[in-house]
């Protein structure tokens, strides 16, 4: 039976830190909904109203495109080993990018990567949890070295190309901002 919070309880703030993967949900007004995938050293808890994690490069940007027109976001947890649980973070969320005044402050709570593009703040509105009954049991066997290489193969200056050319537009034609004003 699901539980709902008003923000995260230690024993949520626990079962966290122990995941090695998240996943995080947005949608504009209009358009496709995103679903995505994270991992790597990525996430931070700032207290138990306020999370924020780093975005890294990748084929997309909608979360980006989707918050410039709708603030919702939801995370997820979904723990694959032993004790059965999904714990999801509702909230509103707000880009940091590294134009941004906030961004030094916040990129040094993470690993320096050659491809950190954006971090995501989110204001959480609910904690909820569930049971996770029908999740499949599964071991990580490690992290993936793929994109941290490919970025460091690329260097800055192919990271900042490959944003121009794959990550100024969502898949709907939505502009990101990554760069700011579109540079083309």
Same mark, same amino acid.
């Given at each position: 039976m699901a539980k709902q919070f008003e923000h995260l309880e230690p024993q949520?703030?626990?079962? *966290?830190?122990?995941? +090695?993967?998240?996943?995080?949900?947005t949608a504009a007004h209009d358009g496709?909904?995103?679903?995505?995938p994270k991992g790597l050293d990525s996430f931070r *808890?700032?207290?138990? +109203?306020?999370i924020i994690w780093l975005n890294l490069t990748g084929s997309g940007n909608e979360t980006a495109a989707h918050l410039l027109e709708n603030d919702r976001m939801t995370v997820m947890f979904c723990s694959f080993d032993q004790q059965p649980l999904i714990l999801r973070l509702y909230g509103q969320a707000v880009t940091v990018h590294p134009r941004d005044s906030q961004w030094k402050e916040l990129i040094e709570q993470f690993p320096e990567y050659i491809g950190a593009r954006q971090i995501f703040e989110l204001e959480i509105s609910m904690v909820q949890t569930s049971c996770g009954f029908?999740?499949?049991l599964y071991q990580l066997k490690g992290e993936r070295s793929t994109l941290i290489t490919s970025d460091e193969r690329r260097g800055k200056a192919g990271v900042e190309q490959y944003w121009i050319d794959k990550n100024i537009l969502s898949i709907d034609g939505k502009e990101t901002r990554i760069l700011g004003d579109n540079p083309n």
């Amino acid at each position: 039976m699901a539980k709902q919070f008003e923000h995260l309880e230690p024993q949520h703030i626990a079962f *966290i830190e122990k995941q +090695s993967m998240y996943f995080v949900a947005t949608a504009a007004h209009d358009g496709m909904v995103n679903l995505s995938p994270k991992g790597l050293d990525s996430f931070r *808890i700032i207290d138990e +109203s306020k999370i924020i994690w780093l975005n890294l490069t990748g084929s997309g940007n909608e979360t980006a495109a989707h918050l410039l027109e709708n603030d919702r976001m939801t995370v997820m947890f979904c723990s694959f080993d032993q004790q059965p649980l999904i714990l999801r973070l509702y909230g509103q969320a707000v880009t940091v990018h590294p134009r941004d005044s906030q961004w030094k402050e916040l990129i040094e709570q993470f690993p320096e990567y050659i491809g950190a593009r954006q971090i995501f703040e989110l204001e959480i509105s609910m904690v909820q949890t569930s049971c996770g009954f029908g999740v499949p049991l599964y071991q990580l066997k490690g992290e993936r070295s793929t994109l941290i290489t490919s970025d460091e193969r690329r260097g800055k200056a192919g990271v900042e190309q490959y944003w121009i050319d794959k990550n100024i537009l969502s898949i709907d034609g939505k502009e990101t901002r990554i760069l700011g004003d579109n540079p083309n």
